[in-house]
């Protein structure tokens, strides 16, 4: 039975992600849509799901941290103890091994893994399997292993994708986004909000990125106004061509360019190598 709360309200804010694996896929059982189609897979016995409540319940209380959470694995290891779920006591040192730190991109664009930083060809990765999932308002990766699809939410202090140069090419200029690939640029994606930070759409989800200092510079020294900052009507040449901008109009995207909470501070955070980051 589904849990007498909205976890989808309760549990996203404090960056709180249960993952469920069904086949070789992780679900959110924050719907009763995702909660059916577990019921439905017979996957886990009866008992799974009244433990599966209960355990959603018990993330309610302000001792959980933020990170991701997997439940039926630690159903199945009680399963194989022959241990009771409907016993067992549900704490945070009890999920230690079945719990995953916090992914998080901070202001600066720089990503974590708990209290490591994570550098070198894993962001990249990282950006190049990254998707927002619609349901749950959030960026997740995804990408195959060898038995399941590693799925990861992530806290995203600031916009993960960043474009980093403008290449001039004769059609218009080609963007070259920091997940390693290069798109022309939509003009008609083109916002800046009143820090005068500048964003356009990528990807066929049209998902928001941030335009780094360099790429921003050059673009904003060819704008100018054409009824004043208040109308947002603003235009742009570029070589032979002139386009008509909307700057401030509506995202037209599939994600929100409004980053979530700020995490608490993290002192003491340690460079993470590349193995040991993921």
């Not at 779920?85 to 720089?110: C, H, K, M, S, W």
Request: include cysteine.
């Amino acid at each position: 039975m589904f849990p007498p709360f909205d976890p989808r309200a309760e549990l996203l804010p404090r960056r709180i992600y249960v993952l469920v694996k069904c086949g070789r896929n992780f679900s959110a059982p924050y719907l009763p849509e995702a909660w059916d189609a577990l019921e439905a897979s017979g996957e886990y016995g009866r008992d799974f799901f009244p433990f599966l409540g209960r355990f959603l319940c018990a993330l309610r209380g302000a001792e959980w941290p933020a990170g991701t959470y997997f439940p039926g694995a630690w159903y199945r290891v009680l399963g194989t103890r022959g241990q009771d779920p409907a016993q067992v006591a549900i704490t945070p040192q009890a999920l230690g091994p079945f719990y995953g730190d916090e992914v998080r991109v901070d202001g600066n664009g720089v990503w974590s893994v708990g209290r490591k930083i994570i550098t070198g060809a894993v962001p990249q990765f990282f950006l190049r399997n990254l998707h927002f999932d619609p349901e749950l308002q959030r960026y997740v990766i995804r990408y195959d292993l060898e038995s399941y699809v590693e799925t990861r939410y992530i806290h995203h202090e600031s916009l993960p994708f960043r474009v980093l140069a403008l290449e001039d090419a004769p059609g218009g200029p080609w963007i070259h986004v920091n997940d390693g690939t290069r798109e022309p640029l939509r003009w008609e994606t083109l916002r800046m909000d009143a820090g005068e930070r500048v964003y356009c759409a990528i990807r066929p989800e049209r998902l928001p990125a941030q335009f780094a200092d360099g790429p921003r510079f050059r673009l904003l020294d060819r704008v100018t106004e054409r009824g004043g900052a208040r109308s947002g009507e603003w235009s742009v040449r570029w070589g032979e061509r002139e386009f008509t901008l909307n700057l401030l109009a509506p995202w037209p995207g599939a994600a929100s360019l409004v980053a979530l909470p700020a995490a608490e501070p993290i002192d003491d955070r340690q460079p993470a190598d590349e193995r040991g980051g993921t």
